[in-house]
C-alpha cells in the first residue's frame, strides 16, 4: 500500500503560483504513475498532469504552459508547479498512484492510491 500526502495548497490571485507537493511512503512501485487531479465543486474529478518512473510527463490541454509536474525520487515526493493560476483552477487537488507506466486520459478507474487532497483558490 502506498500512502499519499498533499500539501501546498492555498488562496491566490489570479496569475500568481503554488507549488503542491505530494509525499509518498510506504511499498512503492519499480514501474508506476503518479498524477495530479482536481476536482472542482459539483464537477467531476479530472486529470491534470501525469509522470512514469522514467520521467515521462503529459499535462491536460486546461494547463498546459501553465503547469509543471515534477518528481524528487530521492525524497520520494511529486511535484506540481502551477503559473499563471486562473479563477477557473480552483478546486480540491489529488495525487494518485498506480503500478505500471501512464495511460492515455488520465483514467481514474486506474489508480488504486490517493491523497486526502489539499484546496487551491484563485480569485479575480
Known amino acids: 500500500q502506498v500512502q499519499l500526502v498533499e500539501s501546498g495548497g492555498g488562496s491566490v490571485q489570479a496569475g500568481g503560483s503554488l507549488r503542491l507537493s505530494c509525499a509518498a511512503s510506504g511499498y512503492f512501485y519499480s514501474s508506476y504513475c503518479m498524477g495530479w487531479f482536481r476536482q472542482a465543486p459539483g464537477m467531476e474529478r479530472e486529470g491534470v498532469a501525469d509522470?512514469?518512473?522514467?520521467?515521462?510527463?503529459s499535462n491536460a490541454d486546461s494547463v498546459k504552459g501553465r503547469f509543471t509536474i515534477s518528481q524528487d525520487n530521492a525524497k520520494n515526493t511529486l511535484y506540481l508547479q502551477m503559473n499563471s493560476l486562473k479563477p477557473e483552477d480552483t478546486a480540491m487537488y489529488y495525487c494518485?498512484?498506480?503500478?505500471?507506466?501512464?495511460?492515455?486520459?488520465?483514467?481514474?478507474?486506474?489508480?488504486?492510491?490517493w491523497g486526502q487532497g489539499t484546496q487551491v483558490t484563485v480569485s479575480s
Open positions: 509522470i512514469d518512473s522514467r520521467g515521462f510527463t
Open positions: 494518485a498512484a498506480r503500478s505500471g507506466y501512464c495511460l492515455d486520459g488520465y483514467p481514474l478507474w486506474a489508480f488504486n492510491n
